[in-house]
């Protein structure tokens, strides 16, 4: 089922602060490398009026989307702010790797219903992939076709668990039951895997080949067993060049794996850190972890700093004490977005000179 909407785009009452007295903000900047974090600054402040739902950062467009269904664009080049109304609130949603498509858990107008919708922000066009079904993670592969969810049980999946989706023929390629409803999802930038957690445990499994299961973290890992009183994944992300997937859970710790054979190269943790074992402030909507652009440094954001290590040897380079909760790069790699998870944004770069 196809709908359209109609786009209004108007400029924002949204207040923000530029550090630069030039309005391109993506401009003379360098490319954030783990040799230069320590010189990461503040380029962008913006306060939001509603909480914050989702944000895409590209090397020309900065967008966020707020819990009312409002698209917000602002231009890297000009400094110009403009908005989309989108047809209905949503509670979680992300982006597709180009930016154009937005998948988001919104609500069917009857009560206790839900729509995983499919909307392109360019012509406003909404898609309606499945209804009747609460969705806890969304996630786009890098080429934008294929849509991963994990879910509760609805009338077409009763078991719940995790699906993929076609969205050409909004059909689902694979369904993958587990009872277990707070599962991860990461697809590999390179299109052949997709990595999921359940609990304590990593899957990755082989889109190339029926969806084989070639891989499973953890379960030999000695140090894995004794890294928490209450150990679960709660974020993982693969590595740009496919190569390493990178988990966190919520007692503080990171680990880095190698992606083919699931061997464990790193365990991250440094002894300041602060530690949850319930697992609220790290919990998927207040905490987030990500491979730099270059693939040098992973950012880790537990909902009160943020942390810089060395993919490497797995050194901390730099904490950064910010309420942070979700973090972007643009593909250039000189950009840097964070957000608190609720009503701040920030841009980051490192200044050339």
């Not at 895997?193 to 499973?216: E, K, Q, R, Y």
């Not at 966190?248 to 061997?263: E, H, K, L, N, T």
């Not at 693939?295 to 943020?306: K, L, P």
Request: hydrophobic content about 40%; some cysteine.
């Amino acid at each position: 089922m196809r709908l359209c909407c109609a786009i209004l785009f108007v400029l924002l009452g949204t207040t923000f602060s530029l550090a630069q007295s030039d309005a391109n903000i993506a401009a003379n900047l360098a490319p954030i490398t783990a040799e230069n974090v320590n010189q990461l600054e503040t380029l962008l402040t913006i306060e939001l009026a509603d909480d914050f739902i989702a944000m895409q950062l590209t090397d020309e467009v900065f967008m966020w989307i707020t819990l009312y269904g409002v698209l917000h664009r602002l231009d890297l080049a000009t400094g110009e702010q403009t908005e989309l109304e989108l047809p209905y609130s949503m509670s979680l949603g992300t982006f597709s790797n180009d930016g154009a498509l937005f998948a988001c858990n919104c609500p069917y107008p009857y009560p206790l219903l839900w729509d995983l919708q499919v909307i392109n922000v360019v012509t406003g066009e909404v898609s309606i992939v499945e209804r009747e079904s609460a969705f806890f993670e969304v996630a786009f592969n890098q080429t934008g076709d294929l849509l991963a969810t994990t879910s509760t049980p609805s009338r077409s999946n009763r078991d719940g668990g995790v699906s993929v989706w076609d969205l050409e023929t909004q059909t689902t390629i694979l369904n993958f039951d587990n009872e277990r409803i707070n599962a991860n999802l990461a697809f590999s930038p390179n299109g052949e895997n997709l990595a999921l957690s359940f609990g304590a445990d990593i899957t990755v499994l082989d889109l190339t080949n029926n969806f084989h299961s070639f891989s499973v973290f953890q379960e030999l890992c000695f140090p894995c067993k004794i890294g928490g009183l209450f150990f679960y994944v709660s974020d993982l992300v693969f590595s740009h060049d496919s190569t390493r997937v990178a988990s966190m859970s919520p007692d503080g710790f990171v680990w880095i794996w190698d992606a083919g054979s699931g061997r464990l190269e790193h365990l991250l943790r440094d002894g300041t850190m602060s530690v949850d074992p319930f697992g609220g402030k790290f919990s998927s909507r207040n905490s987030d972890i990500l491979f730099s652009p270059q693939d040098d440094f992973i950012i880790t954001a537990n909902g009160e700093e943020m942390r810089l290590w060395s993919v490497s040897d797995g050194d901390l380079l730099r904490t950064i004490y910010e309420d942070t909760s979700r973090i972007a790069f643009n593909p250039a790699g000189t950009l840097m977005a964070t957000t608190d998870g609720e009503n701040s944004l920030t841009l980051w770069g490192v200044p050339e000179n």
